[in-house]
């Protein structure tokens, strides 16, 4: 840009220059050469007018050469039909016949001709006069006198000369004024120019100073002026953009913008967060082309026809439904031909699935106190209305009444647990606990009940292994749970494998293998949900509360440390615990 302008203006200067040299020159030399003639032509007339009135035809032909020499002119006399009579330079034998010729022609018609041509018998070119000379009978003859231009050629090189001359002195004199002046003049411009772009790579700590008195320096103070208030404005635009920009970035729920195309036009990282990349990239697409959703496109047509804000629950995704609570309204402060729609997404997946626990666990609690409870409260009634005073009827009643009332402990104390842990009341002493005397202490509690079902329990527990860190009675009740599960649901004469996994540089594992009746794939994700049973009926007629995989999951949390369940039906159960090495 700067090159650009520098050269352009210099240029300009040089040829308006040049083309005024040029004019000067060319006027000059038409009037120098028509000044030369002029003054030619009226030499040779004179010389012509007075050969006519002293001599005769007879005179002419006999002083013809003294009369050329008199004239400094080329002397032809002509007759009425144009033969050359005589000719001061050359032979008549040798000469065509001239009363065609423009200045005889034109001498014939109008008593006086001129003509400029090129003349072969000299090899020049020639100006030629001629008066027709009269007799008794009309014109008898013509007088021509030629005068070659070498006179009008020699000052015109002169001239020619002289203009180079002057064209070179002003020419550099004329290359020197404008180099200063185009640099002068350009010099602010290409300041301004830096200023600009530097402006443009946002450096704008730097105040323009042009010296200039004219335009150029109040073009300038109006540059720093306009800057100085742009400053303000990108100033307080970058803040309160920052302030949107951290409001938009830390908000919980999703932000969706739709431009006026009902194109997606900005995303917020909770939007990603909460779809996550099951959509991939959406920007620059319709809603209906991104989701595929008829309720979110049904929303956004009722916004669009009524312009009241629409809020309206739906789903996204089939394989892990995300469930939304869908807010759409438009942004205000826009043209109407920018318009443009804000959809905000709160995710209430989780509600709802607290919700549905809430329910489902107050419907399961219910169920798990109210049948223990109700048998209790039934055999009561029967040894009320005399069966007391049968002995072994009874003893009989109150060993199930003993059972039932040992299961609602259980259910109570399980409950207590989870909710001490949850409530964090469930103090943890954490220490150096070595993990295979925790499962030593489990299976001796374990053992009685596998014996009774002929279940064996083989254990590969390295004595050297590290120990890990955690809380040994709250470890030793994990342990006591995944393998009370193993021992309940494997069948007599099965076995379960207890076996230690290779250590890594944080963490030790601990696998739990059984050969029992194993678990639909589809059920290991709600494993660990409070009172979610495989199979209900034979959980509850082996005792279970259907809390201890929920308990497990919570000691596990508590311990940082994962549990990981693989099980096929019908071939048994893997449970993987992992425990953080303590350090």
Known sequence: MKT????????????????????VGTLSYQQLKAKMMERIETEL????????????????????GKLSAISNARVTLIDANGKVLADSEAPVEEMDNHLNRTEIQEARVKGKGIATRFSHTLGIDTLYVALPVKGEYGISSYIRLARPLLEVKT?????????????????????????VFTSRLVSPVQEMEVYTRKLREDDVTQTLLVS????????AQNINYLVSELREKVRVSNEEKGKLEAAFASMS??????????????LNNAFTSIVGTLYGDIIGKTPLEAFRNIELQNAIDHFRNTKDVVSQEIVLGIENPVILDVSVSQIQGLPKEEEKTMIVFRDVTQLKKLEKMRVDFVANVTHEIKTPLSAILGFIETLRGGAIDDRET??????????????????????????????????????????????????????PKADKKGITIEKNIPAEMNPVNGDRDSLEQVFLNVLDNAVKFTPEAGTIFVSALKETEDHCAIRITDTGTGI??????RLGERFYRVDKTRSRELGGTGLGLSIVKHLMKAHKGTIGIESQP???????LRFPLFK
């Open 4 to 23: 650009h302008l520098f050269y352009k203006v210099f240029a300009t200067y040089l040829i308006i220059v040049a083309l005024a040299l040029a004019l």
């Open 212 to 219: 200039a008195n004219d335009e150029r320096g109040r073009l």
């Open 394 to 447: 009874s003893m009989k009643f109150l060993r199930i009444i003993d059972e039932h009332a040992q299961r609602l402990n259980r259910l109570v104390d399980d409950l207590l647990i989870i909710s001490d842990i949850e409530l964090g009341e469930k103090k943890l002493f954490f220490e150096s606990v070595a993990i295979e005397e925790v499962i030593k202490s489990a299976l001796h509690i374990i053992e």
């Open 155 to 179: 000052s015109i090189n002169k001239l020619i000369l002289i203009i180079l001359q002057s064209f070179i002195l002003i020419g550099v004199i004329s290359f020197l004024v404008a180099f």
């Open 45 to 64: 007339m004179n010389y012509t007018v007075m050969i006519d009135l002293t001599s005769s035809i007879p005179e002419i032909e006999e002083k013809i």
């Open 253 to 266: 729920d999703g932000v969706m913008i739709l431009d006026s195309q009902n194109r997606i036009e900005i």
């Open 520 to 525: 639909p794939k589809d059920e290991i994700p």
């Open 570 to 576: 019908d071939r048994g159960t893997t449970v993987t």
